[in-house]
């Protein structure tokens, strides 16, 4: 059974760079045709995608934040992650990492996922 947890600091001071962690439990995010990626919900908000990262390396990113996001991923730990520069209070909520596989359509995927972490609060205040 694949399991994700995300890890990162709670408090981000603003203009500073958050970066959140995933690991991965049970699978591989090598796996073929796997498709990994970060999500947020902000206070009172719907669910926001942030960006994918496939099982070969490559990523795709919303264009609404993509000058500000980098995902990436360290294969030796099974892990993924998630840098966002220059952050806001505006980027304080619950960041969730999400995984699902496989998928054939390519890295640009946002839409149902098979698995979830269980979220982490990030709050962006001096």
């Known amino acids: 059974q694949v399991q994700l947890q995300e890890s990162g600091p709670g408090l981000v001071k603003p203009s500073q760079t958050l970066s959140l962690t995933c690991t991965v439990s049970?699978?591989?995010?090598?796996?073929?045709?796997?498709?990994w990626s970060w999500i947020r919900q902000p206070p009172g908000k719907g669910l926001e995608w942030r960006g994918t990262i496939g099982y070969d390396g490559s990523t795709y990113y919303s264009p609404t934040l993509k000058s500000r996001t980098s995902i990436s991923r360290d294969t030796s730990k099974n892990q993924f992650f998630l840098q966002l520069s220059s952050v806001t209070p505006e980027d304080t909520a619950v960041y969730y990492c999400a995984g699902r596989g496989p998928y054939y359509g390519g890295v640009a995927y946002w839409g149902g996922y098979d698995y979830w972490g269980q979220g982490t609060q990030v709050t962006v205040s001096s």
């Open positions: 049970g699978g591989s995010i090598t796996s073929r045709y796997y498709v």
